[in-house]
């Protein structure tokens, strides 16, 4: 399903700026609608109510770990471990708990922003709650509870590190490195087309981990089982799907029994539909991940302290109802967030329609600003995703926030002081600046209100997103989704558009409120529509499907292979011969045996220093007059000379 040309986007090359962002509406809809006969969003509802003790029961035992250690009757840390635990008798809660989040690409990212965002709110709501300054102290340095792995490391934060998706080794080995300081994991997957090797060496590594060291297993996609990738894996003995057929065999079935020992297994795979853009899971696979995990989590944190003991096997009917109502509500607030979003879409498509003419320029620039972390951190997300994605350089969309992004070792390079004093001076015609915040008109001393006036003084236009909350009760929330305002005001060159997301402000949704996991949903979506939306004006897309894509792994390997297939109408024999000559830089009479029978891998490291390989190879395809008289030179020298790319195939 995730790699299905979406029939609602057939001619989504050929739409306006307005066109594209509702015709993104109409795909993100299927989010909550659901796709054809599949189960939808609201379907997991019961499963994730399922799957709420075990969670609750992770943030208990955290909450008596860090604060509680020297008054509990167990063993100190270091003696105590899962069987030891049982045999005396001892809490679960004295017990070090971990929740791991992985994934590769656009699902490491999210899990990185999920894990930190609900770190930050343990630790704030420890302090908080803590009676002395020691207390507090202790608080701030203890172990987090969420703990995120992404394929090729941290700096594939900023910097898609795609090959590193396909080493399932490394995978295993990166959450084998993972369980060194936790006694109990619950390990959380994240691959949207049940397909990441990565992923893949970490569901064998639950499996053969020692006894009691997992709780669980959940392996979150957007396919459905029999849809998961059968491809060989290099390296690796099985592929995906039958890695995936051995930890279901493995482990305990769902939801779990609290009488076993055996960790459990739950593959939790709604459909979505296809993307609006055929593969480009960032989109409504990204989406649908973060607001499964928000939910989860959030729902968990706030019931954990309403329920003094959690017990799986008389989990009562009331409770339940009332997990189910919660999580329902939480899913009905995103659908409230997307719609408020999409309420904007007149003046969302001038953002869109502005960024169409940016990248349709080799020397154009998108650029995000934010003081907020989290806006901050979903711009960077959506511009580490360009390249991949539309094979669009690492500076041609970036974001700079209040003292740049600290974990790529180098902050001060994406710092707002940075783009003020270097990239500021330097802007031309062609640049577009978008700046995300929650509060408009901006604190006067702030950086970012110092990029604001300058941009202002040097007579740049630039866009404001202002993601605004809106206060809602218990009684507004029949009315909520039509109170969801948006609107464009325009001073002097600064053009501010203002979403407003209806927050609750009920005491039971306290945690969802802090979270404010609606406002960054709506941010999301709103950037993806921008550099979609821009890169799809810019000739990028033909029909739904990306023409420019890098290939930087197995999966955008056997992508590239469809569409040049499908779009270029030849066998996928023809195809793949197409892609490697474009890889290579061949004609067809010097292609080898040696270079066909090559494994992937090897493509690969050749396609990492090659631009426009899709491109050129659908060229060969679609020349039936011969203009390009079947030269990959020829091919890419048209390419280069035009950035449309789509003017040349159609």
């Not at 109510?49 to 008054?71: E, I, K, Y």
């Not at 997957?189 to 006894?211: E, F, H, K, N």
């Not at 099985?238 to 057929?245: H, K, M, P, Q, Y």
């Not at 002081?417 to 995300?436: C, E, M, N, Y």
């Amino acid at each position: 399903i995730t790699e299905q040309a979406n029939s609602l986007t057939t001619d989504l090359d050929l739409a306006s700026a307005l066109g594209c962002v509702r015709l993104f509406r109409q795909s993100d809809a299927q989010l909550f609608a659901g796709f054809q006969t599949y189960p939808s969003l609201y379907d997991l509802i019961p499963q994730l109510c399922a799957l709420l003790p075990v969670v609750r029961r992770f943030f208990r035992a955290h909450g008596c770990t860090q604060h509680n250690r020297t008054s509990c009757s167990c063993e100190p840390v270091a003696a105590v471990t899962p069987a030891s635990a049982r045999a005396s008798g001892s809490s679960d809660s004295c017990l070090r708990h971990r929740v791991v989040i992985s994934g590769s690409g656009t699902s490491g990212r999210l899990a990185y922003f999920v894990c930190r965002t609900f770190n930050q709110l343990l630790l704030e709501n420890k302090v908080t709650s803590s009676s002395d300054a020691s207390s507090a102290s202790s608080a701030r340095g203890s172990s987090p509870l969420f703990h995120h792995l992404i394929a090729g490391g941290d700096s594939a934060l900023m910097r898609a590190a795609e090959q590193a998706e396909d080493n399932p080794v490394r995978g295993a080995a990166d959450l084998e490195a993972a369980e060194l300081d936790a006694d109990r994991i619950l390990f959380i997957g994240v691959t949207c087309g049940l397909s990441a090797p990565y992923v893949a060496g970490q569901l064998r590594r639950v499996c053969d981990a020692p006894p009691g060291k997992y709780i669980g297993a959940v392996l979150l996609g957007f396919n459905q089982e029999s849809q998961a990738r059968r491809s060989i894996i290099e390296g690796w003995d099985r592929t995906f799907a039958e890695e995936l057929a051995a930890t279901r065999e493995a482990l305990a079935a769902f939801p779990p029994i609290p009488s076993t020992s055996r960790p459990f297994f739950w593959l939790c795979n709604p459909a979505i539909g296809p993307e609006a853009l055929s593969g480009s899971t960032r989109m409504k696979g990204g989406s649908a991940t973060k607001m499964i995990l928000d939910a989860l989590f959030s729902v968990a944190l706030q019931t954990s302290s309403n329920i003094d003991e959690i017990d799986d096997a008389s989990h009562s009917t009331t409770t339940s109802h009332a997990d189910q109502l919660l999580v329902e509500k939480a899913f009905f607030g995103y659908e409230r967030a997307m719609r408020a979003v999409y309420r904007t879409s007149s003046q969302l498509a001038c953002v869109v329609e502005r960024a169409g003419e940016t990248l349709s320029v080799a020397e154009g620039h998108l650029y995000y600003l934010a003081s907020d972390l989290d806006l901050a951190m979903l711009g960077l997300v959506d511009a580490s995703e360009c390249p991949p994605t539309f094979g669009a350089s690492y500076t041609t969309v970036q974001c700079f926030c209040d003292g740049g992004f600290s974990y790529t070792g180098e902050p001060e390079k994406t710092s707002l002081q940075r783009f003020l004093t270097s990239i500021l001076p330097a802007l031309t015609v062609h640049d577009t600046v978008v700046v995300l915040v929650r509060h408009w008109p901006l604190e006067p001393s702030s950086d970012l209100a110092s990029c604001v006036l300058a941009l202002s003084v040097a007579n740049h236009s630039h866009f404001v997103f202002h993601v605004a909350r809106a206060a809602q009760t218990q009684e507004d929330e029949s009315t909520a989704i039509s109170s969801s305002a948006g609107r464009m005001s325009t001073t002097t060159n600064t053009s501010v558009l203002r979403v407003q997301v209806q927050v609750s402000t009920s005491s039971s949704a306290r945690w969802a409120t802090r979270l404010s996991s609606y406002e960054t949903l709506a941010v999301k979506w709103a950037l993806n529509a921008i550099t979609t939306g821009g890169h799809v004006l810019a000739g990028k897309v033909l029909q739904n499907r990306m023409i420019d894509l890098r290939v930087s792994n197995n999966k955008l390997y056997c992508r590239s292979l469809a569409i040049v297939a499908q779009l270029g109408k030849v066998c996928p024999q023809r195809a793949e011969r197409l892609l490697l000559r474009a890889i290579y830089n061949l004609d067809e009479d010097q292609l080898t045996e040696s270079i066909c029978s090559a494994q992937v891998s090897v493509h690969l490291t050749h396609a990492a220093f090659q631009s426009s390989v899709v491109a050129c190879a659908l060229l060969l395809a679609l020349d039936h007059t011969h203009r390009y008289r079947d030269s990959v030179k020829l091919c890419k020298e048209a390419l280069a000379q035009t950035p449309t790319i789509r003017k040349l195939l159609i």
